[in-house]
Structures are given as C-alpha cells and as structure tokens.
C-alpha cells in the first residue's frame, strides 16, 4: 500500500514507565539533577546579581563547613530535622498525613519552657531537666492525639486536624511570652541565662553534642523499629492497605493511635531538645518551618531512616549555605530561598526520570 | 476484497520490560464481526486501547478504509468513527440515557434533551435495543447500563465498534440478547471487534477470529472452519485436556451453617436478604450469580469483615465438636475461637496481600503475631515462600520481589498458596482465576479439589458457569442479594443457572429500604 499523508501529527516524543532501575543508574541521575541546579543557579545568580558564581559556591560551602562553629550549627540544625522527620515517618509510612509536627514540636517546647521558666530555680538541676523531658513529650502526645482519637473514632480529616492544631500552639506561645515578658516585648531573652537551669550540658566542651547523640541514637532505634518489630509492619500494613489490615485482623484504630503517639512523642521530644539543648527561650518560630522540611525529609529519603541522614544533611547544608550567601554578599535572603528551593526542585524533580523515560517518536521506525 | 474498515501493522507497545504486544497484525471488514480470541494478559485490551487512542503505539501502522492515520486521543478515535466499548462502563450514575449519550459531545446551537432522546429511540428501534432514554443510570441493571454504552458509541456515528469482554456481566439470557443486536450492525455494514476468551461464544457469534498469545499475532481463521480444540491450542501453545476431576464427597458432615442473614450497606441498600444454607466438609460449595448480586458480603460477613444485621453464623469445629456463633466477632476473634477459615478475597492486592511488600512479608501477614517476640522472624515466611515458589511454580525474580511487580497468575498463586499453607477447615474463594491463564486456572482448581478431598469446607465463588458445572459439588444462586436456588452439579446445567441468576430481580442491584 502506497503511503498516505498521515492524518494527524504524531507526537514528538511520549513516556513510558521504566522497569526497575539498576541502583547506580540511578544514583547518576540523582548526580545529574543536582549539577543541572548549580548551573541554572549560577545563571540566576549571575544575571540578577551580577556576581561570580563560583564565589557563591564558595560562600554556600563556608556556610557549613566555615569555621568550626559554623560546622557544630549545621550539625545541630541537621539533628533536629532529622529528630523531627524521624517522628513524621511513622504517621507518613501508615498514610497518616501529620502535618501538625511544627505545633506538636513548639507544644512540647513550650511544656519544656514552662517548667524552665516556673520552677526552674526551685528543683535540682538533673530532676528539673527529666520532668521537662516527660513535660515536652506528654505535651507532643497530647497534640497528636487529638487529630488521631478523632480520625481513628469517626475518620475526620488528619491533614487539617493537625494543620489547625498549629495554629493553635502557635497563638498559645504568643500568649505565654506576652505573660512571661512584662516590657511587652514579643520577644523572650534568654531563660536563666545565671543560673543555667534547665539547659542541657556541654559534652566535650560541645553544647551540641548531646543533642546530635540522642538523634542518632533514635534514628537507628527507629530504623530497627521500622523494619524488624512487629508494630512497624503493622504501620506498613495499614499504610499500604486498610482492607488488607482489616482483613488479617489488625486492629486498624488502634495503630493509627499508637502510631501518632510515637509521632507525637518524638516532636514534643525535638521541642524539649531546642529549648533545652539549643535555644534555652521560645518564640513561636521555635520549629522554624522543621516541621514542614520534616515531611520533604522524609518522602526524599522513601521512610527510611538511615537514607534521612543524607536527605536532612542535604537540607541543613543548603539553608545554612544560602543564609551564608545572603550575608556575604549583602543580598536579601530571598536570594537564598530562591537558590533553595531550585536545588530541592531539581532534587525533587530526578525522581520523575528515575521511575519514567521519554522515548522519541522517531526512534520507533527503527529496525 | 473490500477495502478493510480498519487495519493494523506491526503494532507494537510495551509497559516497561513487558511487551504487551508485539508486531501485531489484524483486519477488520465493513460488515462482519471479527472475535479477537487470546487468554487473560495476551494484550487484546492493550491492541484495541491503542485504536481507540488511550494508549499510543510505540511502533506499527494505523489504516482506516485504507489510509495511515495516527490515533492520540479518544477524541481522535471519535473522528475516525471508532467506537469502544469497555469492560468498566464509564456512566455518570445521577444523569439519565440520553444525558449520558450525549455527554461531551461539543455540539453548536442549543442543548436539546428531547431531539436526542428521540434519537437514541430511533437507534433502539434500527438496531432492537430495549431502552428508555430518560431512564437514570442507577436505577438500571448491569446489562442496560451496557446497551446505553453501546448506543453512545452508535450516536456518535461509530462505523467501528470494539466491545471488551461484553458476555463477562451477562447472564446466558442476556447474551443472547446482545448477540442479536450485534448481528443486526453487522447487517447495517457495521465492523465489530468482541474481545473474549470464551471459545463458544467465539463460535457462535463471529465471522472470523484472530488469536494473540503472550502479546504476539498467532494467526486468523474463518470461524466456520475451526473449532473450540484448535482455537485452544492457538490460544495456549499447546494441547491440554479441559476436563477438572470431581470426586465424591467423603465424610461429609456439616461445617458452617448460615441462617437468615440480612446485611445493609452504609446507604441502606439490602444487598444480603434472608440467606440461609450449610457448607459441608470435604465439598465444593459453588457460588454463582451476576456481578454484584451480594456475593462479596456474603464471604466477608462469614470472615468477619461485614456487618450483619439479622440471622446467624454457626460453625461447627471438628476439633472440640462445640459450635461457636462467628457472627459480629472480628477477624481476630474468629481466629482465636480455633476456627481455621481462609478466605482469598476477591480484590487480591487491596485486600488479600500488600502491593508493596515481598513475597516474605506477604507471607507473614497471617502468621506475624506469632511469639512474646516483639521483633519479627522472618525465617518461618522465608521458607514457607520458598516452599510455595517451588510447588505452585511461581515466576519471579526472588522471594524478595514485591508482590505488585508479578504477574496476575502468580500474584493468586502466593495468595492461594499462603491461605492453604495455614491448614484450613472452611476455605472461600473468590474469583480465583480471574485474570488467570489456562495453566494457571488449572493449577488453582486442582488446589481447591486437592483441600476437598482433605476434608475441606470450599466455597468457590466464580463467574464462569461451565468451571462452576464441572468443579461444584453443589451450586448456590444469588439474586439481587437472595439466595434463588440451590442446585447439584452434576445434574444442572447453563440455562438452568442462568435463569436462577435473574429470578426475582427487581431492576438495580438491590433494594432500597423504606
């Protein structure tokens, strides 16, 4: 038959899911993705601002590894997101969708800090920093379970549950700082700044040190946690398929209790160790978008624990590093979360190239 | 010849590593129906998705009355007058006929419902379909739902009809009825494809029948001149004996009595209505009826799973003698009385296994709890996964593959596998071999007889009634939620069952409470 003109256009190209991808294939692309976002913002860089962007790559590397101080922050600023993408995990792996760990993280600071603030001089040290512990992580809990009981009894939505929850221990920080501070200031200063009661203790000369220990610790338990005990298939489970878990007699309401618990604990946990470990006041910026990150963290990292190491190391580095740009070259931070949020877009972005491939139209005349 | 109403060359498409089909050829008439014969996963479906443009080729040609076209949309599909008919109907529940035929349609002037509700009446009376155009979607059975699909596709000036397993949701009645239908479309000049994988159906209805096997064009033959033993061969590679073997039932005593259930969905729909039998060991207790007749409540009030809200469940336990009531106990409880009930669900990845985890933790999902240990040992499912890869034959990489990355047939093998690994007493099946290759289907009903003879309470639940004739004991009847029937298999046959599928229903798929 004598070929006709087509009748339609055909499409230039089309996508089409891949197989399994080998580990380092993908790795590359991963490799790939975040050299492309140096480049692109390194011309953003260059025609908005004018400057070398080699020295601003400089100026993103200093920001982390700088100086020594600079190193020891990023390290801290990396535990807490880990703490609190570790908490997350759980909740995320069932299809909890915990967004409420920025107010279960400041509820329980703010536990911590009532404690610190109205008894701090009165107990020993030792005690009053254990009953802040249990203060921040009973505090956590209670934001959690809120959403959870409600979800678990009549299957309300979790997402704006915890979303509000936010806003909530959010007006309820403002509220204790206006009580605690009677300039009027919105601001805390430092909290027994003489008598250093309720702060957590230098190890090796590090203030924080203790903080980056207790992370790491947890991020192996919750990595053993996740994979080889029971209550963490149950989460898988339930996570995966609720009919399934139904189906094999898994009590489906209470893991999604236990599980918000664990998740509440572990932000009240991560309040406890910034107003303890790192910042000894609170405002209400004290998670500081964490709990957000958190979320970013963890998916990256696909819920395991020991992969959210190098994604939070990832974030910590870039937002030091662009508050470090920002500085050095007297720009405004937007600068800096523009650069951020390219890099995470391109980091994010790899993952669609790593599951699909574009094929060319062309390519299937061939043979 | 004519000019072919539709040819395809060379058609190729593959799903990452899967190659759904393979340098495909196939033509199709002005005036005859073309069966496109081929087992569950052969890629009949992905052909004719590619000629009504969901999917796009990766490779091949296109002809339609002899000239190249390229297919990317349904819409384009429209213009080239080709009309598909899928298994799923794609209606909008709340509008009626005509709204739903004329739904999309991107028509200049003013919208008029009454004009188009008297065409669909004209295209019922040219073609003998029996419709009401101001009907709604939802009052409507199954097979009314289907000829509206049909004439939507007629409205729209479809020369080209492509039906995917249209018989799957009819009843023998039914069937017949669509049948005529469709040899008065192919009398207007109208070139019709049906998708099947039942051989009488082919025999009876088509001209001409083309076979795919695994994705690749085996060859097409003048229906008049083959018959079911070499379409089979065509269809499987090979010559294999249909018959299932059905023993006697020895032994057998009472294993699980229902007594007037009654069961309501959330929307207080009946859809389980005064059902009363008994289930005895070491038989096959088969369950027939249309596609939603109450027979997924029904296995999953007895597990555990659904509400009951009249009526009772006895089991007696051959072990203690005692009988327990297993109604409103969950799951759990049931386990603990010492009833050993298995139970492969209908829906295997949503309900029976978990998509995303490996054959070794698919396996445990019954047996993790056991043990103080609040670790996992994954020895005991390790083993038993590779025990059921050797015996079911199970294709996959490693028993650390996640379930969802295997094929259909393997996927109810490791289902299957893992329910009779726990040494049943009642098991229930629920479309075992759907999505199923003949060697596949096989293998399960050799499974289900080979627990029978173990002493085992089945109840098999199936679509296909010559499996349900020649593998059950004994055949349930569902209607519209009711129990219409209890016949025996060896003396039943197809009308018979078929006409008990319909007794008593009442228009949708169950009644509404006042």
């Known amino acids: 038959m004598s070929k006709n003109k087509k009748e339609t256009k055909e499409p230039l190209f089309h996508l089409a899911k891949r197989p399994a991808i080998e580990w380092w294939k993908a790795w590359l692309i991963r490799g790939a993705a975040i050299i492309s976002s140096l480049i692109v913002c390194a011309l953003i860089i260059v025609v908005l601002t004018k400057q070398n962007p080699l020295e601003v790559y400089a100026a993103l590397f200093k920001g982390s590894f700088g100086t020594q101080r600079k190193f020891w922050a990023m390290l801290q600023k990396l535990a807490i997101l880990l703490c609190i993408s570790l908490a997350v995990t759980p909740a995320f792996k069932m299809k909890f969708w915990n967004l409420g760990a920025e107010g279960q993280v400041l509820f329980g600071g703010l536990c911590s800090m009532v404690l610190m603030f109205e008894i701090g001089d009165k107990i020993p040290n030792l005690l009053l920093i254990i009953a802040m512990l249990i203060a921040s992580i009973l505090g956590g809990i209670l934001w959690a379970l809120f959403p959870a009981v409600l979800k678990a009894k009549w299957g309300t939505n979790e997402s704006l549950f915890t979303l509000m929850m936010n806003y909530i221990a959010i007006q309820l920080v403002s509220f204790a700082i206006m009580v605690w501070v009677p300039s009027g200031s919105s601001v805390m200063g430092l909290v027994n700044s003489s008598t250093k009661a309720g702060w957590l203790p230098s190890l090796l000369g590090q203030k924080y040190l203790l903080n980056i220990i207790v992370v790491a610790v947890l991020t192996i338990v919750m990595f053993i946690y996740l994979k080889y005990s029971k209550q963490g298939y149950e989460i898988s489970v339930v996570g995966e398929s609720e009919n399934t878990a139904r189906y094999i007699g898994i009590n489906v309401k209470k893991v999604i209790i236990r599980t918000m618990i664990l998740s509440g604990a572990l932000c009240g946990l991560a309040g406890f160790l910034l107003v303890a470990g790192t910042n000894h006041t609170i405002s209400k910026d004290l998670a500081g978008g964490d709990g957000f990150t958190a979320i970013m963290v963890s998916w990256l990292a696909k819920f395991n624990p020991i992969t959210m190491v190098v994604t939070s190391f990832l974030i910590a580095f870039l937002q030091r590093g662009a508050g470090e740009i920002a500085t050095n070259f007297n720009l405004n931070t937007s600068i800096a979360d523009i650069l951020t949020g390219i890099i995470i877009f391109f980091i994010i972005g790899c993952e669609f190239f790593i599951n699909y491939q574009i094929k060319s139209t062309k390519e299937k005349e061939g043979k | 010849m004519s000019t072919p109403a539709i040819e395809l060359k060379n058609i190729s498409k593959t799903f990452g590593s899967i190659a759904a089909n393979k340098g495909v050829n196939l033509t199709v008439y002005n005036g005859e129906i073309l069966s496109l014969l081929g087992e569950n996963g052969s890629g009949k479906t992905t052909l004719m998705n590619m000629i009504s443009g969901i999917y796009f080729p990766d490779a091949g040609h296109i002809y339609i009355d002899g000239k190249e076209v390229v297919i990317r949309s349904p819409k384009d599909a429209f213009d080239h007058r080709i009309g598909m008919i899928h298994q799923h109907f794609k209606l909008v529940d709340i509008f009626t006929a005509a709204e739903n035929i004329v739904l999309g349609l991107e028509e200049g002037g003013r919208f008029n419902i009454k004009e188009a509700e008297n065409k669909v009446r004209e295209i019922s009376t040219r073609y003998g379909f029996d419709i009401d155009p101001t009907k709604k979607i939802y009052e409507m059975s199954v097979s009314e739902k289907q000829t509206v699909e049909i004439i939507k596709v007629l409205y729209r000036g479809a020369n080209i009809l492509i039906l995917d397993e249209p018989t799957a949701v009819l009843t023998p009645q039914e069937t017949k009825k669509l049948f005529a239908v469709l040899r008065k479309m192919k009398e207007d000049g109208k070139a019709i494809v049906i998708i099947t994988h039942k051989l009488h159906e082919v025999l009876e209805i088509s001209d001409r029948v083309s076979v795919l096997r695994k994705g690749e064009y085996i060859g097409t033959l003048e229906t008049a001149n083959t018959d079911e033993s070499e379409l089979t061969e065509m269809m499987v590679g090979k010559k294999i004996s249909l018959n299932i073997d059905r023993s006697e039932p020895k032994d057998s005593v009472d294993r699980l009595e229902i007594n007037n259930l009654d069961c ?122 590779d025990k059921i890869i050797t015996d079911l034959e199970v294709v996959t990489p490693s028993a650390n593959t996640p379930i969802r990355r295997l094929s259909g047939g393997n996927v109810q093998k490791v289902l299957v596998g893992r329910e009779i690994s726990a040494a049943p007493t009642v098991l229930m099946v629920a479309y075992p071999v759907r999505g199923l290759d003949i060697n596949s289907s096989y293998l399960i009903y050799n499974l289900l007889n080979e627990q029978k003879e173990k002493g085992v309470a089945v109840i098999f639940v199936g679509e296909d009634l010559d499996v349900l004739i020649e593998l059950c004991d004994r055949i349930l009847v569902l209607s519209s939620g009711r129990v219409s029937g209890i016949v025996d298999g060896r003396t039943t046959d197809k009308s018979e069952i078929g006409l008990l599928m319909t007794k008593g229903e009442e228009g949708g798929e169950g009644n509404v409470e006042e």
Do not use: C, W
Request: glycine content about 12%; proline content about 3%; cysteine-free.
């Open chain 2, 264 to 385: 309501i969905t959330r929307d207080g729909v009946k859809i389980l209505d005064n059902i009363s039998f008994t289930v005895k060991s070491g038989e096959i207790l088969g369950i027939a009826g249309i596609a939603g007749s109450g027979q997924k409540e029904l296995l999953e009030s007895i597990a555990g799973l659904q509400k009951v809200r009249n009526g009772e469940i006895i089991y007696h336990n051959p072990k203690t003698g005692s009988t327990d009531s297993l109604r409103d106990k969950t799951p759990m409880q049931i386990k603990e009385l010492g009833v050993r009930l298995s139970f492969v669900p209908e829906d295997r990845l949503g309900m029976g296994l978990v998509g995303n985890m490996d054959i070794i933790d698919n396996m445990m999902l019954r047996s993790y709890r056991k043990g103080k240990s609040v670790f996992l040992n994954r020895k005991k499912p390790r083993s038993l996964a």
